[in-house]
């Protein structure tokens, strides 16, 4: 493998859960086999390229707490080419509270299953109400070299090359909670790499978080 692209194409059993997201305070779960994310992936894919004008060089910030989407795009912005960066972003993605001063700004909801918002984010493209409609293959005619920056957070700048150098495989199943961006760009390449999954817990208190490690098979970490 050479490049963060080629993820979730290395799935030996695609129908199995990739991500698995709760939110304990509404009592969300969303599952998401590797056959899934990379239906999301392609749609959100195709959204960055075919409307944002987003590939190779592109700078994406991705404001969103720990959650499904977020993986997704975390992996979008790798399929297209592009860096998933904290500062400097040509795109910025919000969730709810509409927080962004990119020059190009859309935002997510949150809503259970990617839902729209119920009145339009005004100067934002709503995600739920433009990325369904795209494609669900996706064909990237300037695909990421190993070469290409995947990563520029907290100060420290990385190549799809490095990431796949710096990041250990993991088979487990991996509860978390959430974290940075930086945290889940690493988990999600760690578990594609590793044919492993990840289970991630909002707003949940302790004795919660055990019950679900305890239901998915998960171990904390």
């Known amino acids: 493998m050479r490049t963060l692209d080629q993820l979730l194409r290395?799935?030996?059993d695609p129908s199995q859960p990739l991500v698995?997201?709760?939110?304990?305070?509404t009592g969300e779960r969303v599952e998401l086999s590797t056959t899934t994310t990379?239906?999301?992936?392609?749609?959100t894919s195709n959204f960055l390229v075919d409307e944002l004008d987003a590939g190779p060089g592109s700078r994406i910030r991705i404001g969103l707490p720990s959650h499904w989407l977020t993986t997704v795009w975390i992996l979008s912005a790798w399929n297209v080419g592009a860096a998933v960066v904290d500062h400097s972003a040509d795109i910025g993605l919000s969730g709810?509270?509409?927080?962004?001063?990119?020059?190009?700004r859309v935002a997510a909801s949150l809503r259970p299953l990617g839902g729209r918002f119920a009145e339009p984010p005004a100067g934002f493209l709503d995600v739920g109400a433009e990325v369904p409609g795209h494609g669900d293959h996706f064909m990237a005619l300037d695909p990421p070299e190993p070469s290409t920056p995947a990563l520029d957070l907290e100060g420290t700048a990385r190549t799809h090359a490095d990431v796949l150098s710096d990041v250990a495989p993991d088979p487990g199943r991996r509860l978390v909670v959430p974290g940075s961006i930086r945290r889940d760009a690493e988990l999600i390449a760690a578990a594609c790499l590793g044919g492993g999954s990840l289970v991630i817990v909002a707003s949940a208190t302790p004795e919660q978080i055990s019950r679900v490690s305890e239901q998915e098979g998960a171990d904390p970490g």
């Open 38 to 43: 990379a239906n999301w992936v392609a749609k």
């Open 10 to 12: 290395s799935a030996t």
């Open 20 to 25: 698995t997201y709760y939110d304990q305070s």
């Open 96 to 104: 709810p509270d509409l927080v962004a001063d990119e020059p190009v």
